[in-house]
C-alpha cells in the first residue's frame, strides 16, 4: 500500500529557506518518477518539481521555482525532498509528494504546510 509522509513545513520569512521531505512506502522511488506539488488557498494542486529514477535522476522544475528549489532522492532512504531557497510569499501552500503521474490509487499524503511571511 502506498503511503507518502511530508514534513518539514513551517513558517519562514521571504528570502528564506526549508528543506521538504517525503517518505514514501509502497514504491520504490529508485524506479519511478517522483513529484511535488503544491496547493495555494483557492487555488488548483499544481506540480512543482520532478525527478526521475531516484538520486542522481533526472530533474525538471516549473519556472516560477527555477534557480530557487531542487529536488532530490535518497534512494537507501527512499525518501524525496525539496529544497526551498529564495522563498516567496507566493511560495505559501500545503506542499504533497506523489508519482509523476499521479499514482493511480488517487492516494495524496497528508502534506506540509510552508507559509512565507513577514
Known amino acids: 500500500q502506498v503511503q507518502f509522509v511530508e514534513s518539514g513545513g513551517g513558517l519562514v520569512q521571504p528570502g528564506g529557506s526549508l528543506r521538504l521531505s517525503c517518505a514514501v512506502s509502497?514504491?520504490?522511488?529508485?524506479?519511478?518518477?517522483m513529484g511535488w506539488y503544491r496547493q495555494a488557498p483557492g487555488n488548483q494542486r499544481s506540480s512543482v518539481a520532478f525527478?526521475?529514477?531516484?538520486?542522481?535522476?533526472?530533474?525538471t522544475y516549473v519556472d516560477s521555482v527555477k534557480g530557487r528549489f531542487s529536488i532530490s532522492a535518497d534512494n537507501a532512504k527512499n525518501t524525496v525532498y525539496l529544497q526551498m531557497n529564495s522563498l516567496k510569499s507566493e511560495d505559501t501552500a500545503i506542499y504533497y509528494c506523489?508519482?509523476?503521474?499521479?499514482?493511480?490509487?488517487?492516494?495524496w499524503g497528508q502534506g506540509t504546510q510552508v507559509t512565507v511571511s513577514s
Open positions: 506523489n508519482t509523476n503521474p499521479l499514482h493511480s490509487s488517487g492516494y
Open positions: 509502497g514504491i520504490d522511488v529508485a524506479l519511478s518518477t
Open positions: 525527478i526521475g529514477g531516484g538520486s542522481g535522476g533526472r530533474t
